[in-house]
């Protein structure tokens, strides 16, 4: 039994859900309007002020869809109403980021700078060394946070390079002379 699935998703003020065809779910809030396409085998149901998602029989892909369709409603409505952020660290002597109209320039020890436009629906800011993106979808943000971090890993040995902040990077020891 799918505990998540089952869990009816309150609406707070602000919010209007659409129930289009073919299992397409609109939301809309005051941070902006989401649109994503849902499984066809399970039934959607808008009551009052709640969202409810009930699947045709106990099989174990119906179970599985039932909570990934429930999760997937309930991020787009906290998306519309509190949106999502990210925030990335950077560490290491000479790397830094600034931000140029909508671009993320990132100097990373390359023999050039990293330019980075950002996506639709997705702002970047820099303070200092740390760079956050937000936004009010929650893949697109973690994506475009994933994609900024690939250009320079967190190394093992001194820890230099782009990590999420809060992010433990576990350390080795260098070499000693023996």
């Not at 809030?29 to 849902?38: D, H, R």
């Not at 820099?126 to 760079?131: F, M, S, T």
């Given at each position: 039994?799918?505990?998540?699935?089952?869990?009816?998703?309150?609406?707070?003020?602000?919010?209007?859900?659409?129930?289009?065809?073919?299992?397409?779910?609109?939301?809309?809030?005051?941070?902006?309007?989401?649109?994503?396409?849902?499984?066809?085998?399970?039934?959607?149901?808008?009551?009052?002020?709640?969202?409810?998602?009930?699947?045709?029989?106990?099989?174990?892909?119906?179970?599985?869809?039932?909570?990934?369709?429930?999760?997937?409603?309930?991020?787009?409505?906290?998306?519309?109403?509190?949106?999502?952020?990210?925030?990335?660290?950077?560490?290491?002597?000479?790397?830094?980021?600034?931000?140029?109209?909508n671009k993320l320039v990132l100097n990373l020890g390359y023999s050039h700078p990293v330019e980075m436009e950002d996506p639709n629906g997705i702002e970047t800011s820099v303070e200092k060394n740390i760079?956050?993106?937000?936004?009010?979808?929650?893949?697109?943000?973690?994506?475009?946070?994933?994609?900024?971090?690939?250009?320079?890993?967190?190394?093992?040995?001194?820890?230099?390079?782009?990590?999420?902040?809060?992010?433990?990077?576990?350390?080795?020891?260098?070499?000693?002379?023996?």
């Amino acid at each position: 039994m799918s505990r998540i699935g089952l869990k009816p998703i309150e609406l707070p003020e602000g919010v209007e859900v659409n129930l289009l065809d073919e299992n397409v779910v609109e939301i809309k809030g005051p941070k902006g309007t989401l649109k994503q396409k849902m499984v066809q085998e399970l039934t959607i149901k808008k009551e009052e002020s709640s969202i409810i998602v009930e699947r045709p029989s106990d099989s174990r892909q119906h179970k599985s869809l039932h909570g990934l369709t429930r999760s997937l409603i309930d991020s787009m409505v906290e998306g519309v109403t509190q949106g999502y952020t990210k925030k990335l660290e950077i560490v290491g002597v000479g790397y830094k980021a600034e931000k140029k109209g909508n671009k993320l320039v990132l100097n990373l020890g390359y023999s050039h700078p990293v330019e980075m436009e950002d996506p639709n629906g997705i702002e970047t800011s820099v303070e200092k060394n740390i760079i956050t993106v937000t936004g009010i979808d929650k893949q697109k943000v973690g994506n475009y946070a994933a994609v900024i971090r690939d250009w320079r890993k967190p190394e093992p040995y001194k820890g230099k390079g782009i990590k999420y902040e809060g992010e433990h990077i576990r350390r080795k020891a260098g070499k000693t002379a023996g």
